[in-house]
């Protein structure tokens, strides 16, 4: 069910703001100054993301591999992700973003204190080179997928939450996008106030539950 939603969702963004020429990869997006771009909208690598999920599938792993970028396999998998976790600790040290490692993905939490002001998918303008330099880490390691996903706590109501996180999601993911990177590497969700990390009883969980997530994983083949 949250991938229909978050399908519509995409689509009624895409429709609500005016298009630009993406110069890096000739693909219609959403303009920067209307608050996002809808990410892999031209390739339509959003909307086979989410027909993937069906039979478990990821299409984004073989159109990427079928465009030659290639995949990982065995110790080069651990080896790819350890250089580009360290890349990024050094661009984000001191940045209040926080990298954890799990297994061979990398996780980036960027708080909404930082990232957004309240109520609002703008990015502060502050946090824009902050989010350009992950771009061109992105870039850089290639072989790799990248999924943005938006969160919200519990305060306001559920289709409101839902659709604030979309709209931040998308804000980040263009951001990142508009360094060069291949948009058929992206997912895009918003997850609204249905995937805490603290309780939404208190300010200061709420203020955690205020987030955008990106996750990073290898492209394994074979």
């Given at each position: 069910?949250?991938?229909?939603?978050?399908?519509?969702?995409?689509?009624?963004?895409?429709?609500?703001?005016?298009?630009t020429m993406n110069p890096f990869t000739g693909d219609q997006q959403l303009s920067s100054t209307t608050g996002?771009?809808?990410?892999?909208?031209?390739?339509?690598?959003?909307?086979?993301?989410?027909?993937?999920?069906?039979?478990?599938?990821?299409?984004?792993?073989?159109?990427?591999?079928?465009?030659?970028?290639?995949?990982?396999?065995?110790?080069?998998?651990?080896h790819y992700m350890d250089q580009q976790e360290a890349e990024l600790r050094a661009q984000l040290q001191g940045?209040?973003?926080?990298?954890?490692?799990?297994?061979?993905?990398?996780?980036?939490?960027?708080?909404?204190?930082?990232?957004?002001?309240?109520?609002?998918?703008?990015?502060?303008?502050?946090?824009?080179?902050?989010?350009?330099?992950?771009?061109?880490?992105?870039?850089?390691?290639?072989?790799?997928?990248?999924?943005?996903?938006?969160?919200?706590?519990?305060?306001?109501?559920?289709?409101?939450?839902?659709?604030?996180?979309?709209?931040?999601?998308?804000?980040?993911?263009?951001?990142?996008?508009?360094?060069?990177?291949?948009?058929?590497r992206f997912y895009i969700e918003g997850k609204g106030e249905t995937d805490p990390i603290a309780s939404n009883?208190?300010?200061?969980?709420?203020?955690?539950?205020?987030?955008?997530?990106?996750?990073?994983?290898?492209?394994?083949?074979?």
């Amino acid at each position: 069910m949250r991938f229909s939603i978050v399908a519509a969702g995409l689509v009624a963004l895409s429709l609500s703001a005016c298009t630009t020429m993406n110069p890096f990869t000739g693909d219609q997006q959403l303009s920067s100054t209307t608050g996002g771009a809808l990410v892999g909208a031209g390739s339509g690598a959003v909307i086979g993301a989410i027909a993937g999920t069906a039979t478990g599938a990821d299409p984004r792993v073989a159109a990427l591999i079928g465009a030659g970028i290639g995949g990982l396999t065995g110790a080069a998998i651990g080896h790819y992700m350890d250089q580009q976790e360290a890349e990024l600790r050094a661009q984000l040290q001191g940045t209040g973003v926080s990298v954890t490692r799990v297994g061979a993905q990398i996780i980036l939490n960027m708080p909404s204190n930082i990232t957004f002001d309240i109520d609002s998918a703008a990015v502060q303008t502050g946090f824009n080179e902050t989010l350009i330099s992950v771009g061109l880490v992105l870039k850089k390691f290639n072989k790799t997928i990248v999924d943005v996903y938006g969160h919200t706590d519990d305060t306001g109501s559920d289709a409101h939450n839902q659709d604030l996180s979309q709209r931040r999601a998308v804000a980040v993911a263009t951001i990142l996008a508009n360094q060069g990177i291949d948009q058929r590497r992206f997912y895009i969700e918003g997850k609204g106030e249905t995937d805490p990390i603290a309780s939404n009883a208190t300010e200061t969980g709420r203020s955690q539950n205020r987030r955008v997530e990106i996750q990073i994983s290898p492209i394994q083949q074979g």
